[in-house]
């Protein structure tokens, strides 16, 4: 999640970590995170933060943040059916710049959530602020 100065959170487009795939992300974050020391962690917040800015103002201008198959743009299919591009008008963009990045881990019960859709956990793994 990006975060603005008025310390509102924004999901951030999955498009933004290209070339790597928000899966591999994940994973890494999962498997490797953890055991960086909190130098490496903060070099680490301060790319992705980097990285969610640059995708944001590159969403928000006239060519917008293009879509991982260039021949048939906005029709290429997502990488998964969790990761839209969410980014895919300009109206669907956070306007300020994110000064905070914060990775959260979520879990939740297929059967709760099919009833409610809000029944999720999220604990934070990982904040950054520059």
Known sequence: MGVDISGKESDIDYRAWRPLALEELLSWIKLHFARLDPAARDRVGAYLLGRSNLAREQALSLAGLPYPNRWFGPLTAPTHMLHPAIWSNPESVPHNSFVELRVYE??????????????????LVFDYRK
């Open 106 to 123: 979520e879990t939740w019960n297929l059967e709760e959530r099919s009833h409610d859709p809000q029944k999720v956990t999220r604990v």
